[in-house]
């Protein structure tokens, strides 16, 4: 099956850009999707497609996929923004939709 | 706009049977793909199963094949997830969500189920 690796966790200041990294095999073969949970809630998409946003998500939410590695890049990162985030992708060896482990951002 | 709202939490003996609801609402379920994906506590996502438009059938995660099972009642627009043989591991919040090229766009509430002797 196809595997996604993600950093545990990403630490940012408020203001500052965050960046979360989801490495695969040739990821950039693939779609990559991305998730956000905030603690006791369902997760939302934020990112499809690679880089497009569904409506009401901040422009400030962006992201990219090159070679072996998928970015999601928030920017000017509020309180708020404390969640964690999952990359998802479709593959069609083994389970066909396979998630990240999930990064936890931290807004210090 | 869709909707998902899923049944309430439940408490299952080892061994036992759960079955988990998925009310669906702004389209009809005929519309939609509904698949499963749950959380163990403090652990990440995990795709359980849905429709799979290539192979026109629902498919399962290997490590669950056999003990679960995905229907949809298309007069009352909702989905059910019902997981066998349960053990303390099914322990988990689960999720049901509309997947569409790929994605999944929208999402349930989630319902706990948590296996205990």
């Known amino acids: 099956s196809y595997v996604l690796t993600q950093p545990p966790s990403v630490s940012v200041a408020p203001g500052k850009t965050a960046r979360i990294t989801c490495g695969g095999n040739?990821?950039?073969?693939?779609?990559v999707h991305w998730y956000q949970q905030k603690p006791g809630q369902a997760p939302v998409l934020v990112i499809f497609?690679?880089?497009d946003r569904p409506s009401g998500i901040p422009e400030r939410f962006s992201a990219s996929n090159s070679g072996n590695t998928a970015t999601l890049t928030v920017s000017r990162v509020e309180a708020g923004d404390e969640a964690d985030y999952y990359c998802q992708v479709w593959d069609s060896s083994g389970d066909p939709w396979v998630f990240g482990g999930g990064t936890k951002l931290a807004v210090l | 706009q869709v909707q998902l709202v899923q049944s309430g939490a439940e408490v299952k003996k080892p061994g036992a049977s759960v079955k988990v609801s998925c009310k669906v609402s702004?389209?009809?379920?005929?519309?939609?793909?509904v698949h499963w994906v749950r959380q163990a506590p403090g652990e990440g996502l995990e795709w359980m199963g849905g429709f799979h438009p290539e192979d026109g059938e629902t498919i399962y995660a290997q490590k669950l094949r056999g003990r679960v099972t995905m229907t949809e009642d298309t007069s009352t627009d909702t989905a059910y997830m019902t997981l066998s043989s349960l053990r303390s591991a099914d322990t988990a919040m689960y999720y049901c969500?509309?997947?569409?090229?790929?994605?999944?766009?929208?999402w349930g509430q989630g319902t706990l189920v948590t296996v205990s002797s």
């Open positions: 969500a509309t997947e569409a090229a790929g994605k999944f766009d929208y």
């Open positions: 040739n990821i950039a073969t693939k779609s």
């Open positions: 702004g389209h009809t379920l005929t519309e939609l793909f």
């Open positions: 497609f690679d880089s």
